[in-house]
């Protein structure tokens, strides 16, 4: 299983441009979770999804963040626009609702200059 | 809400030495608490879990205990090596909270050769 995939790795980009950050989870889970990790805030949830459907985005921080499921199989996170209080590490993390167990992608750290 | 709480912040031991991190939880309905590993740079990985219905789980040099009455619940690493330096999180879940994970602030545990 090749795990959760998350792309890009690295994006640096300039204060006001759009950022979109992917994520493929584990096939056959149906429970996806993106995070933000700052040195400041530690681990936070943005938003996750069951069955593709959103079900708690009250951690996303403001309205220049959206976050779409189109199907099982993908999801996006969109800053727009980016500003450099948003540069941090982006988690995408899935699992198999009912057995609880979240596993994560490897992270996209996003630079705002 | 549930609010999870994680001490010390930072952790020093000598090579073979056991080291312990404890969280305390607030929402009574939550009945699952993963441990998660996070070394430097890399994602942050399930290293074990324990449900509400045991006490404590065990997985070779690491353990965790549970106290449902008071709680609390503590990962021990036993024999501790270089390797087991990174910064470990405890979380908890439950239905009432949708499966969401809510997170401790993270405990950098740097083990001394």
């Known amino acids: 299983d090749a795990g959760v995939i998350q792309s890009p790795r690295h994006e640096v980009t300039e204060m006001g441009q759009e950022v979109t950050l992917r994520c493929k989870p584990i096939?056959?889970?149906?429970?996806l979770f993106w995070y933000r990790q700052t040195m400041m805030r530690g681990l936070e949830l943005l938003i996750y999804?069951?069955?593709?459907?959103?079900?708690?985005d009250s951690g996303m921080p403001e309205d220049r963040f959206s976050a779409k499921m189109p199907n099982a199989s993908f999801s996006t996170l969109k800053i727009q626009p980016s500003e450099p209080r948003d540069s941090a590490v982006y988690f995408c993390?899935?699992?198999?609702?009912?057995?609880?167990?979240?596993?994560f992608g490897p992270g996209t750290r996003l630079t705002v200059t | 809400g549930e609010n999870v709480e994680q001490h010390p912040s930072t952790l020093s031991v000598q090579e073979g030495d056991s080291a312990v991190i404890k969280c305390t939880y607030s929402?009574?309905?939550?009945?699952?608490f993963p441990w998660y590993k996070q070394e430097l740079g890399k994602r942050p990985q399930l290293i074990i879990d324990?449900?509400?219905?045991?006490g404590e789980k065990k997985d070779q040099r690491i353990a965790v205990t549970l106290n449902k009455t008071a709680k609390h619940f503590s990962l021990h690493i036993t024999e501790t090596q270089p390797e087991d330096s990174a910064v470990y999180f405890c979380?908890?879940?439950?239905?009432?909270?949708?499966?969401?994970?809510?997170f401790g602030t993270g405990t950098s545990l740097t083990v001394i050769p």
């Open positions: 993390a899935s699992s198999l609702t009912g057995a609880l167990e979240q596993y």
């Open positions: 096939s056959g889970h149906n429970s």
């Open positions: 999804f069951n069955n593709n459907v959103p079900i708690d």
């Open positions: 929402d009574s309905a939550s009945n699952y």
């Open positions: 324990i449900r509400s219905n045991v």
């Open positions: 979380a908890a879940s439950g239905t009432n909270t949708g499966n969401q994970f809510y």
